[in-house]
């Protein structure tokens, strides 16, 4: 069993920065991927949006106009993926949930398991 717990979302005035921690119950390069994904206020589940994920190859992809303000990283030793966030805007505001994903192979199918937090609230206030 996969589990996933975030932390460190809040509020933050624009312009400023916060990281988002999340811990898996399992090495963080045994998925074929894990990152984040956020759904902003009145979106629902299948509007969730990509903010970053790193692949166990360590290949790194970022969501639209976010690289440059947001970094993924991880720490293999503590299990964990980090989301730095800076120069935060109102936009950014939204419920940020760690992903990871497991693909299996049958034959020639492939199947994707998608795994998810709790989510974490980040509001950033003009």
């Known amino acids: 069993q996969v589990q996933l717990v975030e932390s460190g979302g809040g509020s933050v005035q624009a312009g400023g920065s916060l990281r988002l921690s999340c811990t898996a119950s399992?090495?963080?390069?045994?998925?074929?991927?894990i990152g984040w994904y956020r759904q902003g206020p009145g979106k629902q589940r299948e509007q969730r949006e990509l903010?970053?994920?790193?692949?166990?190859?360590?290949?790194?992809n970022y969501g639209d106009s976010l690289e440059g303000r947001f970094t993924i990283s991880r720490d293999n030793a503590k299990n964990t993926v980090y989301l730095q966030m800076s120069s935060l805007k109102p936009e950014d505001t939204a419920v940020y949930y760690c992903?990871?994903?497991?693909?299996?192979?049958?034959?020639?199918?492939?199947?994707?398991?998608?795994?998810w937090g709790q989510g974490t609230q980040v509001t950033v206030s003009s």
């Open positions: 399992r090495s963080t390069i045994s998925f074929d991927e």
């Open positions: 992903n990871a994903v497991l693909i299996n192979h049958k034959g020639w199918e492939r199947y994707r398991n998608d795994y």
């Open positions: 903010v970053a994920t790193i692949s166990s190859d360590g290949s790194i």
